[in-house]
């Protein structure tokens, strides 16, 4: 149960997919001067070094955030690349690519006074890890070392009623394909204007291939819900069903800006970080 380790797989393109439309929503939810939560129901580490360790055993943000960091003051790049890069960038001094924000680091250096974070993660060394790195803040983040399936329920609505919940667990038990379904099932009408940004694979495997489609039916069946679905596959599939060869966001009630701003990101995505020609996006979004 405990094998999965995100820093293995820091700042590869399925990171650079979800955090650039993490960045994007939760710019969104700051353009107003009301306050809101962030809950992150897996996760992970919080802040990984891309220099030492894990990270460089794999190598896997060569071919994601390491090729687009030379690129962060480029003007020309779509919004959506430009504002993760300067997330990324806050953390670095100089040229040196070497610290890559988990989506608790990203969200904790975005966030503002007033605003909450909310952090569930189940892997005693990630947990270690996000109480040092959050030790020195007093106030405003709360982890608990808990099960975030099945802690979100108790979370809602969050207090202010305004927030962004994210569901990113590792899938490599494939019974957290049901469970993100069955959480949301359960927690949607709970806190149903609330955000909802879902992350999965592009694998081999029939419960990956089936998912979005899950995600859409689920959607449907509730009352006023719209969503937004992205998906950046960067090479052809592998057939082990193990190997990721993309990956996908599944936004319900997400930002009416986002379609817009993927629809330049995405294409430029495919022929900036692409590895062969079957490196490829989708994008699509329903309104209730
Ligand atoms: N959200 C992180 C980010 O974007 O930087 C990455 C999270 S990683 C994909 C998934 C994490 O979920 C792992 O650290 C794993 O230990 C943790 N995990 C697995 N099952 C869990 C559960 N039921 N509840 C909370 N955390 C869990």
């Given at each position: 149960m405990f094998s999965y380790r995100h820093g293995f797989h820091a700042g590869n393109h399925a990171d650079v997919l979800k955090h650039m439309v993490l960045v994007q929503v939760l710019e969104h939810l700051l353009q107003k001067d009301k306050p809101f939560w962030v809950i992150d129901t897996h996760a992970g580490g919080?802040?990984?070094?891309?220099?030492?360790?894990?990270?460089?055993k794999s190598g896997e943000s060569a071919s994601g955030i390491a090729n687009l960091w030379p690129m962060r003051r480029d003007k020309s790049i779509p919004e959506a690349v430009r504002s993760l890069l300067?997330?990324?960038?806050?953390?670095?001094?100089?040229?040196?690519l070497k610290w890559y924000p988990g989506?608790?680091?990203?969200?904790?250096?975005?966030?503002?006074?007033?605003?909450?974070?909310?952090?569930?993660?189940?892997?005693?060394?990630?947990?270690?890890?996000?109480?040092?790195?959050?030790?020195?803040?007093?106030?405003g983040v709360s982890i608990q070392g808990a099960d975030g399936f099945a802690s979100l329920r108790g979370?809602?609505?969050p207090?202010?009623?305004?927030?962004?919940?994210?569901?990113?667990?590792?899938y490599e038990n494939k019974d957290d394909y049901r469970r993100v379904l069955q959480t949301l099932k359960d927690a949607i009408p709970k806190f149903n204007s609330g955000t909802y940004a879902i992350w999965y694979p592009?694998?081999?495997?029939?419960?990956?291939?089936?998912?979005?489609?899950?995600?859409?039916?689920?959607?449907?069946?509730?009352?006023?819900v719209d969503w937004l679905h992205a998906t950046l596959r960067v090479k052809g599939a592998e057939r082990d069903g193990v190997g990721l060869f993309g990956?996908?966001?599944?936004?319900?009630?997400?930002?009416?800006?986002?379609y817009d701003k993927l629809a330049v990101a995405l294409p430029w995505l495919v022929e900036t970080i692409g590895q062969d020609d079957h490196a490829a996006y989708t994008l699509e979004a329903q309104q209730s």
């Open positions: 919080g802040l990984y070094d891309l220099t030492s360790g894990y990270a460089t300067k997330q990324v960038a806050l953390l670095n001094d100089g040229d040196d989506s608790p680091q990203l969200a904790a250096q975005m966030l503002r006074e007033g605003d909450h974070l909310r952090l569930f993660e189940l892997h005693p060394t990630e947990i270690k890890l996000l109480e040092s790195h959050f030790a020195g803040v007093k106030r979370c809602l609505p207090p202010p009623r305004r927030g962004l919940v994210h569901i990113d667990p590792p592009e694998v081999a495997r029939r419960e990956a291939i089936q998912f979005p489609a899950q995600l859409k039916r689920l959607a449907a069946e509730l009352p006023k990956s996908g966001m599944f936004i319900i009630n997400p930002p009416y800006t986002l």
